[in-house]
């Protein structure tokens, strides 16, 4: 895996068939196959595999990624006016 990469891939040969993975990295010194699929006749075959499943892999998680970033957004904006509300609430006893 190379360094710098969170997400990248990895041909395997097992006998006469090539399986591929793709590999996230957890840790520096951990990774962990997010997906997996085997049985391809050739490694240009799962090499074609591995590299469109890394590619929808990863929009997948820009999108995820968006998506958590606007509710958190929305989280605090909710508490910034909830901690001012407190304020004023406290202001006037």
């Given at each position: 895996m190379?360094?710098?990469?969170?997400?990248?891939?990895?041909?395997?040969?097992?006998?006469?068939?090539?399986?591929a993975q793709i590999l996230r990295q957890a840790s520096a010194r951990k990774t962990v196959i997010s997906k997996q699929q085997d049985g391809f006749a050739t490694e240009d075959e799962a090499k074609a595999w591995a590299e469109a499943q890394l590619q929808k892999f990863l929009e997948q998680q820009q999108e995820r990624n968006k998506r958590k970033a606007e509710k958190r957004e929305e989280r605090a904006e909710i508490e910034a006016r909830q901690a001012e509300a407190r304020a004023r609430f406290e202001d006037e006893e």
């Amino acid at each position: 895996m190379a360094k710098g990469k969170k997400y990248d891939f990895q041909l395997v040969a097992e006998g006469e068939t090539w399986s591929a993975q793709i590999l996230r990295q957890a840790s520096a010194r951990k990774t962990v196959i997010s997906k997996q699929q085997d049985g391809f006749a050739t490694e240009d075959e799962a090499k074609a595999w591995a590299e469109a499943q890394l590619q929808k892999f990863l929009e997948q998680q820009q999108e995820r990624n968006k998506r958590k970033a606007e509710k958190r957004e929305e989280r605090a904006e909710i508490e910034a006016r909830q901690a001012e509300a407190r304020a004023r609430f406290e202001d006037e006893e």
